[in-house]
């Protein structure tokens, strides 16, 4: 198996093959993760932006893994800039 992943603002696409032979392509939120039925042939990828490409992952939970880090970092980074615009207030 293996998948590559672009993400494009809140849209995350993914190509995968199984052994050889392609199993298409899947479109979910960028906050969602994927599954094997997602994945259908007949769907086109759509245009992808310079410098969304997110990388190549061996397994549906290799990439999976992947969106969900990337989830938990925006709500960090989130979280430190409402904590900082608080102690701006006070």
């Known amino acids: 198996m293996g998948f590559a992943l672009w993400i494009d603002k809140d849209l995350a696409w993914a190509q995968g093959t ?12 960028s906050t969602s993760v994927f599954a094997a039925r997602d994945f259908a042939a007949t769907r086109l990828t759509g245009l992808r932006p310079p410098g ?4 190549l992952f061996a397994s549906l939970g290799h990439l999976n893994r992947h969106l969900s880090k990337r989830q938990s970092q925006a709500i960090t980074s989130h979280d430190r800039r409402t904590l900082s615009c608080v102690r701006t207030i006070l």
């Open 52 to 55: 969304s490409f997110q990388g």
């Open 18 to 29: 199984h052994e050889y032979r392609p199993m298409g392509a899947a479109v979910v939120s």
